[in-house]
Nanobody, 130 residues
Framework: EVHLVESGGDLVQAGGSLRLSCVTS????????IGWFRQAPGKEREGVSC???????????YYADSVKGRFTISSDNAKMTVYLQMNSLKPEDTAIYYC????????????????????WGQGTQVTVSS
């Protein structure tokens, strides 16, 4: 059985930083995508970033235009954990952040489309005050 558990969300001032963690169990990374999505009140869930990792190959990473240069995704395969380092946070980054696992597509080819992801965490709240 696959489980994903997010943590690291908090209230932070604009310009601050947070690091989100997604601890997985029962899921084999092996080139499949782990994505971060977010959903703000009244808005659709949007893709933030994705990483696919396979031993011996370079990681594939993708970012939404709105977070490029500010967010960095990484993975620790030994710990089965994916991280999202968020710097220079803005009030518009306020949302519930979810991690999700894609058991079908490789190299984040399913990036950004929630229906492509098969397993989801419960979410962690990020609030950025102005």
């Amino acid at each position: 059985e696959v489980h994903l558990v997010e943590s690291g969300g908090d209230l932070v001032q604009a310009g601050g930083s947070l690091r989100l963690s997604c601890v997985t169990s029962g899921f084999t990374f092996d080139g499949h995508g782990i994505g971060w999505f977010r959903q703000a009140p009244g808005k659709e869930r949007e893709g933030v970033s994705c990483i696919s990792s396979r031993d011996g190959d370079p990681d594939h990473t993708y970012y939404a235009d709105s977070v490029k240069g500010r967010f960095t995704i990484s993975s620790d395969n030994a710990k089965m954990t994916v991280y999202l380092q968020m710097n220079s946070l803005k009030p518009e980054d306020t949302a519930i952040y979810y991690c999700a696992a894609d058991r079908v597509n490789y190299a984040c080819s399913g990036y950004g489309i929630p229906d492509n992801y098969d397993y989801w965490g419960q979410g962690t709240q990020v609030t950025v005050s102005s």
